[in-house]
């Protein structure tokens, strides 16, 4: 997980995450999704054309083609994504976890499936905050 400057935080408690799911960007998510699903994995509903779900158990991991990945993800963490999976952690606020972590933000991006996504290089890899927004809030557009 990110690092948490706690001078920073003072009294403040620390971030909350709801959960986290590693993100794995393969060159065929075909046969990603052969192999998991011969160790036992099944797949389930993500709300998201770009991005496979697989669980086993109460273990979850996200698959996505690299071609989809480089179309839907900003191109500044497309290089992190090459060394090993991301970590996709949905919290309640993007601007509290933004304002806890020590760590640099390398992209942020509102999606057009319904989340405020802020992209984090730390020193575990990528990581990706997500908050679920209303409908009234969503836009498929890069925020600035």
Do not use: C
């Amino acid at each position: 997980m990110a690092m948490i400057d706690h001078q920073m935080m003072g009294s403040r408690e620390k971030p909350s995450p709801k959960n986290a799911t590693p993100l794995y960007v393969v060159d065929d998510i075909s046969s990603a999704q052969r192999r998991f699903s011969a160790m036992g994995f099944e797949m389930f509903d993500t709300s998201d054309n770009d991005r496979v779900g697989m669980r086993a158990g109460e273990s979850r991991i996200l698959l996505m083609d690299e071609t989809k990945a480089q179309r839907a993800l900003p191109p500044e963490v497309m290089a992190s994504l090459k060394h090993g999976p991301a970590l996709f952690v949905w919290v309640d606020s993007i601007d509290e976890t933004r304002s806890r972590i020590a760590d640099p933000v390398i992209a942020e991006m509102v999606t057009g499936y319904g989340t405020w996504e802020l992209f984090v290089e730390s020193r575990i890899g990528l990581i990706i905050f997500a908050e679920k927004l209303t409908k009234g809030e969503t836009s498929n557009f890069w925020l600035s």
